[in-house]
């Protein structure tokens, strides 16, 4: 019944994206091959005529006995156009990817209905956006300086709770509703800079860049607001963490360009508010506006600071805290650990039939999952280091239906999470 379903939306998405987005492909698809034809004439004749020298060279050092430089030189002669043409592709994919994106995905999006999509802002995006501005390096720089996370309520206190990190990388970002429930979805790289030893020519310290999470953030809003805070995880929680998140200090030195310029965003934000402030804007707007997506992280410390309040008025100084958790089904309580301030709570929410599709959803992913329910929001974190969400294709006519076959599978398969848990009813239910 599941395979007959996923070839009847196959068929259907089919005759979509011919109808909707082929027309808008045709355009992109010149300049796809109008950059790998570029590619091969200004790369190509170098390329080959550097590869006949460096054999010559290997040939005359043979001869001279003298092969081991022959070979150096060879390698130095192949290794450097070569670079140079993989730099060149790396930085064109980059910048058509955002170009190719910004027409296209919002239109592959409409074959489930209305969403809006948010692409990445990076140096690639800020060069395309300042080259399509005709705005020169000032245009450039103001488009570097744009928020990266304020399109969406998925922030880095939240990622913070479950995640190690001092850097955060935000991707493509999705916005909508599906079956009734508001949803958000945002491919996030996070990572920190762990010690790793003394330079022995300089003295200095040492760093290695970490990975702590890479992948997929998925939020629904729920129709059930929490008291407390519920995780679960696919190994271990760090309890003080989840309670009181932070953000891994950088070293100074460890600041590379991004940083500077993240630094810089919030320092202007500030300035921005003080500025509002001054021309009388109230103070809950300004709030507001310069906290946006931070209501669920504000809410649960406004609990948390009532609970505390609450607990010294009984003659106890007691905080919330979080309890392990131990559920009926044994295959889910075999491959996640769950925690929670409200016992009651968390078996509100994870009922026999909620169990059971969440089981359901989390195979899926591998069980590769941590999942938080906050406020009125339920978080799923689909942890994937090796694969890269709703790509357009570069190598590939994006012309052609069929060369998005992933990028229909990833998506329903998110989509499934709200129609699997059944997000639309009472959470639980």
């Known amino acids: 019944m599941e395979q007959e379903q996923q070839k009847t939306q196959k068929m259907n998405f089919s005759t979509y994206f011919t109808q909707k987005v082929a027309p808008a492909a045709e355009h992109i698809e010149k300049t796809r091959k109008k950059i790998i034809n570029i590619a091969i004439k200004i790369f190509a004749v170098p390329v080959v005529l550097c590869v006949i020298f460096a054999l010559l060279c290997l040939i005359a050092g043979g001869r001279d006995g003298k092969a081991q430089e022959a070979l150096i030189c060879a ?17 064109i994919k980059k910048i058509y ?31 395309y956006r300042a080259y399509k501005k005709k705005s020169g390096i000032k245009g450039f720089l103001s488009e570097l300086r ?50 790793s030893g003394i330079d022995s020519e300089t003295g200095k310290q040492r760093y290695s860049k970490k990975s702590s999470f890479k992948g997929i953030v998925f939020s629904a809003k729920l129709n059930k607001k929490f008291k407390g805070i519920t ?19 950088k070293e100074i030195s460890q600041m590379n360009l ?21 021309k009388g804007v109230d103070k809950e707007e300004i709030a507001q506006k ?68 969440f089981m359901k959803m989390a195979r899926y992913f591998n069980f590769k999952i941590k999942a938080m329910f906050i406020g009125n929001n339920m978080y799923i974190f689909i942890i994937n280091r090796r694969k890269d969400w709703f790509e357009i294709p570069y190598f590939k006519s994006c012309q052609d239906a069929a060369n998005y076959k992933e990028f229909l599978v990833d998506f329903s398969n998110l989509l499934s999470i709200v129609d699997d848990l059944k997000l639309n009813q009472n959470i639980g239910m």
Request: glycine share 4%; proline share 4%; hydrophobic share 40%.
């Open 146 to 195: 744009g928020p990266k996370d304020t399109n969406i309520t998925i922030n880095p206190i939240t990622l913070a709770r479950l995640f190690e990190f001092s850097t955060i990388e935000y991707d493509d970002k999705i916005v909508g509703k599906h079956g009734g429930v508001d949803i958000e979805m945002a491919e996030i790289d996070a990572y920190y800079n762990e010690k």
């Open 97 to 127: 990817n955002f170009y190719a994106k910004e027409i296209l995905i919002p239109r592959l999006l409409g074959f489930w209905g209305q969403f809006r999509y948010y692409a990445p802002l990076n140096i690639f995006s800020a060069i």
């Open 290 to 357: 310069h906290a946006a997506g931070y209501s669920n992280e504000i809410e649960f410390q406004k609990e948390n600071i009532e609970h505390s309040k609450n607990s010294e008025h009984n003659g106890n100084k007691e905080h919330l805290h979080l309890e392990d958790v131990h559920l009926e089904d044994p295959e889910l309580m075999s491959k996640f650990k769950i925690c929670s301030t409200d016992q009651i709570e968390v078996r509100y929410i994870f009922t026999t039939a909620f169990m059971e599709r």
């Open 231 to 249: 995780v679960l995880s696919n190994s271990g929680i760090n309890k003080r963490r989840v309670l009181h998140p932070r953000i891994t200090p």
């Open 75 to 91: 390698l130095m002669l192949i290794v450097a156009p070569i670079f140079a043409v993989i730099v060149y592709m790396f930085s």
């Open 258 to 278: 991004t940083d500077v310029l993240t630094i810089g965003r919030q320092i202007a934000d500030v300035v921005d508010a003080v500025n509002d402030y001054k």
